[in-house]
C-alpha cells in the first residue's frame, strides 16, 4: 500500500527562488519535450520518452545550460510524466497532454527517492541544502519519492511511502448516506453533517480581492500583490472544505463495514447555471471519491445505487411513492394508511438514507437478511453477517 504525507516546506527567500528555479526547469523541459513529440507524430515517426530524453542530454549542455544549476530529476522526470500522458491518453483514459503556462500551470517538480533525504523537520534537496518541514513525516516504510510543489505563496512537498500492507477489521454496521445542498451529509442514523458553503461564506472577501486585482496594471508590482491575495483565499477556501471532507469520510469509513450512497451525474448538475457554484462549493463528487479510497483500505464496501432510485420519493416504512413531491417538500408524510409512519412525519433526507441504505443492501444480497434477522436498531444502524 502506498500512502502520501503533504508537508508544508520553510525556505529562506533564496530557497524559495531556488525552488521556483527547479519548477521553470521542469515546466520547460515538459513544453519541450511535448513540442518535439508533437513534430515528430506528426511526422510519421514513433517517439518514446527515453528517446526524447536522450535527444534532449545531447543539445543540453549547448542550448540549455542554466538546467544544470537545479537537481537533474527537475529536467528528468517531465519525461516519464509525458510518456505516462500519453500513454493513458492513447488508453482513452485522459486527455491530450498540454503545454505548460508559467501563469497558470502550478510549479512543481519530482525528486527520486535516492536524490533526497529526510531528517527531524527537515529536507534535504540536491544542490539546494537543507529545507525546513513543517512536521515529521507521519509514516515508516519504504520512501518511493516526493514531488514538490507550490500552492499560491507557500511551498509543500508530498512523500509517497511504501506501508506494508494491514489486515483491515470486518465491521458488521451498515449506513445509508443522502447527500444534498441544505445538508451535505444525511445518515439513515439520523445524524445531520452541516453543509458550511465556505466558498459562499467566503464570497464577499473573494470578489473585493478580484475587482482590486483586475483594476491593477498588467505586469505591475501591486497586480502581482493583489494576484498572490486571490491565491491564498482561494487556497484557505480549499483547506477549510478539505479538512470537512477528509474528517468525515474517515470517520464514517471507521465506523461502518458498507455505506450506500447515490450515484450521481455531477457533470448534469453543474450545467444547472442556479446550483452549479452551489453544487461545486459542496465538492460531492470529492466526499463519494474519499469514501471510494478509504472505505476499502479499512476492509468496508461502497454501494452505489443507481441515480434514478427513487429514493426521496419512496417510504421506507412501507415503500409508498410520492410522486408529486417537489424540491420544496422538506417533510415526507406517507399516504399509505397501513404504514407505521402515517402520522408520523418524515425528514426527507432521513427517509431518503434509510431507502439509500436498503437498496445498497439489496444490490449485494443482504437485505433480506438484515430485514428478517436482527433488523435495525433504534439509531438506523442494520445489523449485516459479516460472514
Not at 210 to 219: D, E, N, Q, S, Y
Request: charged share 25%.
Amino acid at each position: 500500500m502506498i500512502r502520501a504525507h503533504k508537508i508544508r516546506l520553510h525556505p529562506t527567500s533564496e530557497q524559495a527562488n531556488s525552488l521556483a528555479c527547479a519548477a521553470g526547469v521542469a515546466r520547460f523541459v515538459w513544453n519541450w519535450a511535448l513540442a518535439e513529440w508533437n513534430r515528430q507524430y506528426e511526422a510519421g515517426e514513433k517517439p518514446t520518452a527515453l528517446k526524447l530524453k536522450k535527444q534532449f542530454n545531447a543539445i543540453r549542455r549547448e542550448h540549455f545550460p542554466w538546467t544544470w544549476e537545479v537537481t537533474k530529476n527537475a529536467s528528468d522526470q517531465p519525461f516519464l510524466d509525458l510518456g505516462k500522458a500519453f500513454t493513458a491518453f492513447f488508453e482513452g483514459k485522459a486527455r491530450r497532454p498540454k503545454f505548460k503556462s508559467k501563469k497558470r500551470s502550478r510549479p512543481s517538480f519530482y525528486l527520486a527517492n535516492d536524490q533526497f533525504e529526510i531528517g527531524d523537520h527537515r529536507l534535504w534537496v540536491p544542490k539546494l541544502g537543507w529545507v525546513n518541514m513543517a512536521e515529521k513525516l507521519r509514516f515508516q516504510g519504504k520512501v518511493l519519492g516526493a514531488r514538490i510543489t507550490r500552492t499560491a505563496d507557500w511551498w509543500f512537498v508530498s512523500i509517497q511511502v511504501e506501508l506494508p500492507e494491514e489486515i483491515p477489521v470486518e465491521k458488521a454496521a451498515a449506513v445509508g448516506i443522502d447527500v444534498g445542498l441544505n445538508r451535505l451529509a444525511t445518515l439513515s442514523t439520523g445524524e445531520q453533517v452541516e453543509n458550511q458553503a465556505f466558498l459562499k461564506t467566503a464570497l464577499k472577501k473573494l470578489r473585493q480581492a478580484t475587482k482590486r486585482l483586475h483594476r491593477r496594471k498588467p505586469g505591475s508590482r501591486n497586480r502581482e500583490k493583489a494576484r498572490r491575495q486571490v491565491a491564498r483565499l482561494h487556497y484557505q477556501i480549499v483547506c477549510l472544505r478539505q479538512d470537512v471532507l477528509q474528517k468525515l469520510t474517515t470517520r464514517l469509513a471507521d465506523s461502518y463495514g458498507i455505506i450506500g450512497v447515490e450515484n450521481l451525474h455531477l457533470k448534469g448538475l453543474l450545467k444547472n447555471r442556479h446550483l452549479a457554484r452551489a453544487f461545486s462549493d459542496a465538492s460531492l463528487g470529492t466526499l463519494v471519491r474519499l469514501l471510494e479510497a478509504k472505505v476499502p483500505q479499512r476492509g468496508g464496501q461502497v454501494i452505489k445505487v443507481d441515480r434514478f432510485f427513487p429514493s426521496s420519493k419512496t417510504c421506507h416504512g412501507c415503500g409508498w411513492t410520492w410522486d408529486q413531491m417537489t424540491l420544496k417538500d422538506r417533510i415526507f408524510v406517507c399516504q399509505n394508511p397501513s404504514c407505521p409512519y402515517v402520522h408520523f412525519p418524515q425528514d426527507r433526507d432521513h427517509n431518503a438514507a434509510h431507502n439509500v441504505l436498503r437498496e445498497a443492501l439489496r444490490l449485494i444480497g443482504l437485505v433480506d437478511q438484515a430485514v428478517s434477522g436482527t433488523g435495525s436498531d433504534e439509531d438506523g444502524n442494520w445489523a449485516v453477517d459479516a460472514g
